[in-house]
C-alpha cells in the first residue's frame, strides 16, 4: 500500500520531533548529571564568579559531586550561587567549608570546589550559605602582568639615565665612581670615621667600667644620688659660692677702680706711690723726729735723775702706784 504525502510529511514531522527531545534530554543529562538522582540546595555568596555559568559542575575535594543551579546578581558587589549537591555527599561537607571559583583544567569551563574548613562543624543542611574565597581570576593577573610591564619599562628608563649621569661623571655617585682621588679620599674618610668609632667605643667602655666601679651607697656619688638632703645642701652650696663670686668680682672691681684714681689723682697717696723726691723728704723728717725723740727722752731721763726735780718725779710715780 502506497503511502500518501500527507502521511510522509507526519511521519517525517514526528521523527523530528522525537531527535529534538532526545537532543534536549541528552543535553539536560550531560548539564545536569543528577537530574534524576536526590539533591539539596546550598548556597554561596561572590563577589565576581569569573565566567561561571549554570550547570557547571560542583567539586568536594577533586570529586564531582553536584551542578550550578542558579547564578543571582543580588547587588552590585554580591553574586548568589545556588548549588544543586547530591545528598550522599552532604554528610562530608560541612557548614565550615569553603567554595572557590576556579578552572576545569588550564583552559576548561569553570568550576565550583568546594573545600573543608577548618575544625569540627556539622554538615550542611538545604538552603545553607557556605563561605566563599575569590581567587584572582586570569583578566586580573593580565592587568597586573600589564602594569607591572610598564613599571617596569619606566624603571628601565630612568636606570639608564642614572646610568649614562654616572658614566657622565655627574653627581656625588659619579664622581666617586670614575675619580679615583676622590675615591681615595672616601675610602679614607671612611677609615677614619671607623677609628673614630673604635676609640669611641673603647671610651664608652671606660667610662661604663668608672661607673660600675662607684659605689653608690658609701660614695659621695651615691649620697648626690640617693640622699636628697645632701644633694639640696650641695646645690645650696654651690648658690653660695656663686654669690661669693659675684661678691669678690664687685670688690675687685672698687678696688681696681681706687687704684686707678690714685694713679690719676694728685693727692698725698699718689705722691708717696709716684714723687721719689717727697718720699725720700718723708723718710729723712721721720729719721729726725726719731732722733728728735730719743734726745728728748734722754734730756727727760737725765732731768730725772737731776737733785733739783727728783722729788717730783718721785711723787709722780707715788701717784701712779
Known amino acids: 500500500m502506497r503511502k500518501t504525502s500527507n502521511q510522509k510529511f507526519k511521519l517525517g514531522l514526528f521523527v523530528m520531533a522525537g531527535l529534538l527531545l532526545f537532543t534536549v ?3 539536560l543529562i550531560g548539564e545536569r548529571q543528577n537530574i534524576f538522582g536526590t539533591n539539596i540546595l546550598i548556597g554561596v555568596k561572590f563577589p565576581n564568579v569569573n565566567g561561571l555559568q549554570k550547570g557547571n559542575n560542583v567539586r568536594y575535594s577533586g570529586i564531582n559531586i553536584g ?3 542558579e547564578i543571582t546578581m543580588i547587588n552590585d558587589s554580591v553574586i548568589r550561587v545556588d548549588l ?3 545528598k550522599k555527599m552532604v554528610s562530608h561537607i560541612k557548614k565550615n567549608a569553603i567554595a572557590t571559583i576556579g578552572t576545569d583544567g588550564l583552559v576548561g569551563n569553570m568550576i565550583v570546589s568546594i573545600v573543608p574548613g577548618k575544625g569540627n562543624a556539622l554538615s550542611v543542611e538545604a538552603g545553607d550559605f557556605i563561605k566563599s574565597y575569590t581567587k584572582i581570576g586570569a583578566d586580573d593577573m593580565l592587568s597586573t602582568l600589564s602594569v607591572t610591564n610598564e613599571n617596569a619599562a619606566l624603571l628601565t628608563v630612568d636606570l639608564l639615565k642614572i646610568t649614562n649621569a654616572i658614566n657622565n661623571e655627574k653627581g656625588t655617585l659619579g664622581m666617586l665612581i670614575n675619580d679615583s682621588v676622590m675615591s681615595d679620599d672616601f675610602k679614607q674618610t671612611v677609615v677614619n670615621l671607623k677609628q673614630t668609632s673604635y676609640k669611641a667605643s673603647r671610651t664608652m667602655d671606660a667610662i661604663n667600667t668608672k661607673i660600675a666601679a662607684i659605689n653608690l651607697d658609701t660614695s659621695v656619688a651615691g649620697v648626690l644620688v640617693n640622699d ?6 650641695i646645690k645650696n652650696i654651690i648658690a653660695n659660692l656663686e654669690v ?4 669678690l668680682n664687685g670688690t675687685l672691681d672698687s678696688i681696681n677702680k681706687t687704684i686707678a684714681q690714685i694713679k690719676n689723682g694728685k693727692g698725698a697717696v699718689n705722691y ?6 717727697f718720699v725720700k723728704n718723708l723718710d729723712q723728717t721721720i729719721k729726725n723726729l726719731n732722733e728728735g725723740t730719743e734726745k728728748f727722752n734722754q734730756s727727760m731721763e737725765a732731768l730725772q735723775h737731776n737733785f733739783l726735780l727728783r722729788g717730783y718725779f718721785r711723787k709722780l710715780e707715788k701717784a701712779k702706784d
Open 272 to 277: 708717696l706711690t709716684t714723687d721719689k723726691e
Open 25 to 27: 534530554a541528552i543535553y
Open 228 to 233: 636628697k638632703v645632701q644633694a639640696q645642701k
Open 84 to 86: 544543586l549537591i547530591e
Open 244 to 247: 661669693t663670686s659675684q661678691n
Open 67 to 69: 551542578t550550578v543551579e
